[in-house]
């Protein structure tokens, strides 16, 4: 069993391996399990990362998911690291701001010039600079 919910940004296929059938990819394949770890390490290394931002400033826990958004859905252009342009709405409940701060919070960063919006991407031109807003 999971012990969390996933919420997809595009249509996505999900499939399940019985544990042994798991252990035996692992076992023969080892390529499998370092990239496995891979994946494992990064996702701590994320997780960790939003923990220790849980009481930082509004900046900082927006820049945060969309970070986050970028490692898992981004997509390099010419303009910089694109990903979906999320409602309002969804991007409160992932940081746990009211929607008005988020449209502020955004609005900053735009102004800024570390992001740019249009109806259906929002491109961060720098991700190393959104970086640093990291409180």
Do not use: C, Y
Request: glycine share 6%.
């Amino acid at each position: 069993p999971r012990s969390t919910d996933v919420i997809t940004l595009v249509p996505t296929l999900i499939g399940n391996m019985p544990a042994q059938d798991f252990v035996e990819l692992i076992s023969t394949e080892p390529l499998a399990g370092i990239r496995l770890a891979q994946l494992m390490g990064r996702r701590l290394r994320q997780v960790n990362r939003r923990l220790r931002l849980r009481e930082s400033d509004s900046t900082s826990r927006v820049a945060d998911i969309l970070l986050f958004l970028a490692e898992g859905q981004g997509k390099l252009s010419d303009q910089g690291t694109q990903i979906p342009n999320l409602p309002h709405r969804e991007l409160s409940g992932l940081s746990g701001l009211a929607r008005e701060t988020v449209t502020r919070v955004l609005s900053k960063l735009e102004k800024k010039g570390l992001i740019h919006r249009d109806r259906d991407l929002l491109n961060i031109p720098d991700v190393h600079a959104l970086e640093r807003m990291l409180v």
